[in-house]
């Protein structure tokens, strides 16, 4: 569907359009012709990955949708609206995504600090978010390395972002650091979470097999100048158990999305 089809009146659609970035004032473009649509599906919300080679502008896509950065010309829009400070969405990185000098229910209540929400109801959300994340009994530890482990931290990132905004979750490599039984873990949580929110997550992984497992429709970026080059769609049920990894069409779509970054990165 083209972006002039879409009724931008229902909720959860975020666009990029005819995206630009340049940093030296115009001499040379690193972003050029940039398009992105990501629309929910009606009870579903969208899952949707982000892949490319390093340097190829993953993080700065986020960033717009962030509202942390301007594009050099082009539009972000979030439900047809420019994103601003107003609708602002806040972001999971791989690491240092919390403050370490705060216990965990000041980090993740910092999601409503600035929404004029009491500070007896901001605590009390915040604490629903904890348990569902798998924190509770860690509350009034501080967000830092080692009194809580990096999955932990990772779990305290993701309550704070669902808190401040439950239908955008943007996150840039968020598992990266994290060791294989925790990726695995925090993997599953994402998908629980997907499914009980029914949230638009924008997720940017290295991982072939994580985007297939994890995503609904991967979108790759080609650098230099960089642009959306290819789009696939990922054709497993919605419910996914992490036995779906054994399932033939399960290999042969990392298959498929290997061939596609492969051909990607030779594009000129
Ligand atoms: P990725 O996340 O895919 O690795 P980034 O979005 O971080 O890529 O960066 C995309 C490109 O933009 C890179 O080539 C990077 O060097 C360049 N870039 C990012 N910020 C700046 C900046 N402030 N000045 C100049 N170049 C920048
Ligand atoms: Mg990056």
């Known amino acids: 569907m083209s972006i002039e089809q879409v009724d931008t009146s229902r909720h959860n659609i975020i666009e990029l359009r005819n995206i630009e970035q340049s940093y030296d004032g115009g001499k040379s473009y690193i972003i050029k012709g940039l398009d992105l649509l990501i629309e929910d599906k009606p009870e579903q919300g969208q899952f949707a990955v982000i892949m490319g080679m390093s340097g190829s502008g993953k993080s700065t896509v986020l960033r717009y949708i962030a509202g942390l950065q301007k594009p050099?010309?082009?539009?972000?829009?979030?439900?047809?609206?420019?994103?601003?400070?107003?609708?602002?969405?806040?972001?999971?990185?791989?690491?240092?995504?919390?403050?370490?000098?705060?216990?965990?229910?000041?980090?993740?209540?910092l999601g409503l600090r600035f929404k004029g929400v009491s500070q007896v109801e901001r605590n009390e959300k915040a604490m629903e978010l904890i348990e569902m994340v798998g924190l509770e009994g860690h509350e009034y530890k501080y967000a830092q390395y080692p009194s809580l482990s990096g999955g932990q931290l990772q779990r305290v990132a993701i309550a704070r972002s669902l808190l401040a905004n439950p239908n955008i979750l943007l996150m840039d490599e968020p598992f990266g650091a994290l060791d294989i039984r925790t990726r695995l873990q925090m993997q599953e949580l994402l998908c629980d979470i997907w499914r009980k929110f029914h949230s638009t997550i924008i997720f940017v992984t290295h991982d072939v097999r994580e985007a297939v497992f994890l995503g609904d429709d991967l979108y790759i970026l080609k650098s230099a100048p960089s642009y959306f080059a290819e789009h696939i769609h990922i054709d497993l049920p919605l419910n996914r158990q992490r036995s779906i990894k054994r399932d033939p069409r399960y290999e042969s779509l990392v298959r498929e999305v290997e061939d596609s970054m492969l051909r990607v990165a030779d594009l000129k």
């Not at 829009?77 to 107003?86: M, S």
């Not at 999971?92 to 919390?98: I, L, P, T």
Request: charged share 15%.
């Open 72 to 109: 050099t010309n082009g539009e972000v829009l979030i439900n047809g609206k420019p994103v601003d400070a107003e609708n602002r969405v806040s972001m999971v990185f791989q690491q240092y995504s919390s403050l370490p000098w705060m216990t965990v229910l000041d980090n993740v209540a």
